[in-house]
């Protein structure tokens, strides 16, 4: 069931055109939006926390901004969901953990800031798994967010409230972040783009082992367009990420265009080291045959990238040590199995292994360079199963393989997370199951130019390649998910309002957290 408002379908390009065009308001828009998610996200619980008091409040500054012919920022008046990992001013800000289920930050993260500043008006925010561990964004503040292609499904995580929300049109702006998959793989997963940029392209200011390149904050959007949009508006050097540097954000705006008639092509099933299931293996060939005739080459390729399961259980356990360490020695029984496994996995581990993982990373880079001598781009799946049913925590199983823990089965992606390469999610078609399938698109070492131009000229291809077009989710088909989605929440955040809306005054506590 959906509104009729089709405003809301507009991207936010064109939003943002119109708006400065004097053909839309600010005003009309959020009110659109709230409409949307009113109507839909009782179906998928993608947007938890809201703030639409304040926002139309903002809205109805921007829309006097534009009546007086001010300069307007990149996404002056586009109305923006912020993942609850990300701290924002006045806004409940839980991290999906019963710890922080009445935290309200009195001031917003460097990323949140950056948005706003560039003209977006907070509207609410999108969820995630506790802490940000694991791909399927459920937890026991706010439920668990359905998939809009079936609800009964799980939308992925840890950005998987951002990419629900847009599958769905609630929002033109949502962001994402990333450490071994948590933009890609939700993406992935219902049909939208999720671009993971080179560490220190977009500062991440909320991340205690501020040297680590293996946890990012990037940009979804339902085109690459959009994500370029939010990219530029976010991009560049920050001291509160000590891995940031000088650049130009603009120079992400339009990405020049690859001419895909010259590219070499390299493309893997599972890297010579995930599990994927046979379905999906089927389905990746099947989008190669039909996608090959568009490059100038297009080859299987074989990889020994060395012990990228064990490097990246390492470097894992260490962020999550960092950041759960206080709230373990408090009270262990506060953290959900996921949270409480990576802490317990890192506290576990010595010195050596933690030299070790830091060498093993860098040869794994070495490795993967080895590829880049004849190739430009490397395709392969974002996600080794279709999406499962968001009441198993995680697939604990492919092809009737265990799983040695669980998010052994995101290595798809968190391979090419220790690579550091730029890495983009484009939506590809439909699975055997009929969900949407991702395409996981790797560029060349801080190539994040060339990848998103090569991620955009793919799109406009796929766009005239029926098996290869985006899907879009049937919203006048939802149905409650059977149990309901917010069947594991234990009590409402707040007495006075089961949403969660923000109330000024409550107490502010400290929190810091990775994603998976």
Not at 158 to 182: I, Q
Request: charged fraction near 20%; hydrophobic fraction near 40%; aromatic fraction near 6%.
């Amino acid at each position: 069931m959906t509104s009729d408002n089709r405003l809301v379908e507009l991207s936010a390009n064109e939003l943002r055109h119109r708006i400065g065009q004097r053909e839309i308001s600010p005003v009309e828009l959020l009110e659109a939006c709230i409409e949307r998610i009113e109507a839909v996200n009782p179906y998928v619980n993608a947007v938890t926390a809201t703030c639409f008091d304040r926002a139309r409040a903002e809205a109805r500054v921007a829309e006097q901004a534009v009546l007086r012919g001010e300069p307007l920022g990149l996404l002056h008046g586009l109305p923006m969901g912020v993942k609850d990992l990300e701290a924002t001013a006045g806004l409940l800000t839980t991290y999906g953990s019963q710890i922080y289920r009445e935290h309200i930050p009195a001031e917003d993260n460097v990323l949140v800031a950056r948005l706003r500043a560039a003209g977006a008006i907070v509207a609410g925010k999108t969820n995630i798994p506790e802490m940000g561990a694991g791909a399927n964004s459920r937890n026991t503040v706010w439920g668990a967010t359905g998939n809009p292609f079936n609800p009964n499904l799980n939308a992925g995580g840890s950005s998987g409230g951002s990419a629900a929300a847009l599958a769905c049109d609630m929002l033109p702006v949502c962001t994402g972040s990333d450490t071994g998959g948590s933009l890609r793989i939700p993406a992935a997963k219902c049909g939208v783009v999720g671009f993971r940029p080179s560490p220190g392209v977009v500062p991440s200011s909320r991340k205690l082992l501020g040297w680590t390149p293996i946890s990012v904050v990037g940009p979804m959007g339902r085109t690459v367009a959009e994500a370029c949009l939010q990219l530029a508006a976010s991009a560049g050097l920050s001291a509160g990420d000590p891995l940031s540097y000088p650049l130009d954000p603009l120079s992400f705006l339009h990405p020049e265009p690859v001419d895909l008639a010259g590219l070499r092509v390299g493309y893997t099933e599972d890297f010579g080291a995930c599990a994927v299931d046979e379905g999906i293996r089927r389905t990746f060939r099947q989008k190669i045959a039909a996608m090959r005739h568009l490059f100038k080459s297009c080859d299987a390729i074989d990889f020994d990238l060395g012990e990228v399961h064990r490097c990246f259980d390492v470097l894992r356990a260490e962020a999550f040590v960092a950041s759960t360490r206080d709230a373990y020695q408090r009270d262990p029984d506060s953290l959900g199995p996921n949270t409480r496994a990576n802490y317990e996995m890192g506290a576990a581990m010595s010195l050596l292994d933690s030299a070790w993982a830091q060498a093993e990373q860098t040869r794994i880079l070495a490795r993967f360079q080895q590829v880049f001598r004849d190739y430009d781009v490397i395709l392969a799946p974002t996600t080794p199963v279709s999406p499962f049913p968001w009441t198993s925590l995680f697939a604990s199983h492919i092809n009737g393989e265990a799983q040695a823990n669980y998010y052994r089965w995101l290595g798809l992606t968190y391979v090419t997370t220790l690579t550091t390469h730029p890495a983009l999610s484009l939506p590809c078609g439909r699975d055997e199951a009929g969900m949407p399938f991702g395409l996981q698109v790797v560029g060349p070492f801080r190539g994040d130019h060339r990848t998103l131009g090569m991620g955009q000229s793919l799109e406009e291809a796929f766009a005239r390649i029926p098996e290869l077009q985006r899907p879009r989710p049937d919203l006048t088909a939802l149905r409650p998910a059977e149990p309901a989605l917010t069947s594991i929440v234990t009590q409402a955040p707040h007495p006075e309002d089961a949403r969660g809306v923000a109330r000024a005054g409550t107490a502010a506590s400290s929190a810091t957290v990775s994603a998976v």
